[in-house]
């Protein structure tokens, strides 16, 4: 049974940067995809960035291009979101994910299609 455990977040200033972590437990972790996803108080969930497990394939959202960088150790099966320049219209829970029927992105798979959810990890940018 796979797990996924986020963590890193907290409270930045506006311009700082902040990397989350998503512990990966269970499963067979060889071509899944692994997206983080954000979801700020009365809005909907949104995708923030994917990668491909094996290879490393990454794509963003246009929101968060050149300011965050998906990463991932298969050896110690961690995920990283790396999030530089931050901005307060940042400010969400964000969570990691796992898209077991993926394995290779051509652009980030709907949310639907993530079969697997951690607990989420706030992120909080003051002006």
């Known amino acids: 049974q796979v797990e996924l455990v986020e963590s890193g977040g907290g409270l930045v200033q506006a311009g700082g940067s902040l990397t989350l972590s998503c512990a990966v437990s269970?499963?067979?972790?060889?071509?899944?995809?692994m997206g983080w996803f954000r979801q700020a108080p009365g809005k909907e969930r949104e995708s923030v960035a994917a990668?491909?497990?094996?290879?490393?394939?990454?794509l963003y959202a246009d929101s968060v291009k050149g300011r965050f960088t998906i990463s991932r150790d298969t050896g110690e099966k961690l995920v990283y979101l790396r999030m530089n320049s931050l901005k307060p219209e940042d400010t969400a829970v964000y969570y990691c994910?796992?898209?077991?029927?993926?394995?290779?992105?051509?652009?980030?798979?709907?949310?639907?299609?993530?079969?697997?959810w951690g607990q989420g990890t706030q992120v909080t940018v003051s002006s």
């Open positions: 990668i491909t497990w094996n290879v490393g394939r990454t």
């Open positions: 269970g499963g067979t972790f060889s071509t899944y995809v």
């Open positions: 994910a796992v898209a077991m029927r993926w394995s290779e992105i051509h652009k980030i798979p709907p949310i639907s299609e993530f079969d697997v």
